[in-house]
C-alpha cells in the first residue's frame, strides 16, 4: 500500500494506463519479479488473505478500520514492513493539491503511538540529502526522519528496539512483528547509483529493503 508512484508512475493518466505507456517505478519492478507482490487500497481483507509480509511505504491515511485489522493481523503472528517519512522529498510534476501526489509527511501516528513510537522530522534539515550506513547497506536518501520511544501509553504485547540513530525501529507485537523505517525517499531509484538503475538487486537501499522483508523473525509459526 503506497501514496508514492511506485505502481504507476508520476502523473500518469487513465488513458497511459490503458495504452500500455505508462510502468511502474524501479523499486516496484524489482518486486514483481522477486516477489508475489499485489498493490492494495484497503486492508479489509487482511486476514483472509494472510499475505507473508505486508509493505505499507508512504500510504495514504488509512481508515480506522484499516489500523485496527493490521494490528490485529501483526499480534495474530503477521509480519509488516513500514516506510513512513515525515519529510517526502519525493519531486513530481503534478501541482501541490493534486491528490495524485505523494503524501509529503506519513500519516500513521495513531498506529504508531499505539505501539509506543513517534515519528518526527529531523528539524531544519527539510529535503536536505543523508548518505546513511544501515549495517552493511550504504544509500543516499533526503529527508529523514527519526523514530522516538513515547513514555507511556504502549499497548500490551508490544515491545520495540529502536536503533540506527532512531532511523530504524523492530518491535515485536504480540506474536507478529513490525519494522517501521523514517524514510520512504530511499525507494525513489533517482537516488540511487546510475548504474544500479536498470539492476535494481544492485542498489544497497534495495538490499536494504529485502533484508527487512526477508529477515528470519519476520515468519514466525503462523498458521495460514
Not at 506474536?175 to 523514517?182: D, L, M, S, W
Request: proline share 8%; hydrophobic share 40%; aromatic share 6%.
Amino acid at each position: 500500500m503506497t501514496s508514492l508512484p511506485l505502481v504507476w508512475g508520476d502523473s500518469t493518466s487513465m488513458e497511459a494506463i490503458l495504452s500500455g505507456e505508462s510502468e511502474p517505478a524501479p523499486i516496484y519492478r524489482y518486486w514483481q519479479k522477486r516477489y508475489r507482490i499485489t498493490a492494495v487500497d484497503s486492508l479489509e481483507n487482511l486476514a483472509k488473505e494472510n499475505p507473508d509480509t505486508v509493505i505499507l511505504a508512504q500510504p495514504r491515511a488509512m481508515d480506522p478500520a484499516d489500523l485496527a485489522d493490521l494490528d490485529a493481523w501483526v499480534r495474530a503472528g503477521g509480519a509488516v514492513v513500514i516506510l513512513t517519512d515525515p519529510d517526502l522529498a519525493w519531486p513530481s510534476v503534478l501541482p501541490f493539491g493534486d491528490p495524485r501526489r505523494a503524501l509529503a509527511t506519513g500519516l500513521l501516528s495513531p498506529l504508531l503511538r499505539h505501539w509506543g513510537l513517534e515519528l518526527v522530522a529531523m528539524g531544519d534539515q527539510h529535503g536536505q540529502a543523508a548518505n546513511l550506513q544501515i549495517g552493511k547497506y550504504r544509500f543516499t536518501s533526503r529527508g529523514i526522519g527519526k523514530i522516538e520511544p513515547l513514555a507511556d501509553g504502549v499497548s500490551a504485547g508490544t515491545q520495540c528496539d529502536i536503533g540506527e540513530a532512531g532511523f530504524v525501529a523492530r518491535c515485536s507485537v504480540g506474536k507478529g512483528h513490525a519494522t517501521i523505517v523514517a524514510d520512504a525517499d530511499l525507494l525513489n531509484a533517482a537516488l540511487w547509483p546510475e548504474e544500479t538503475r536498470q539492476s535494481p538487486g544492485e542498489s544497497d537501499a534495495v538490499r536494504f529493503v529485502d533484508s527487512l522483508v526477508q529477515q528470519p523473525n519476520f515468519h514466525p509459526s503462523r498458521k495460514p
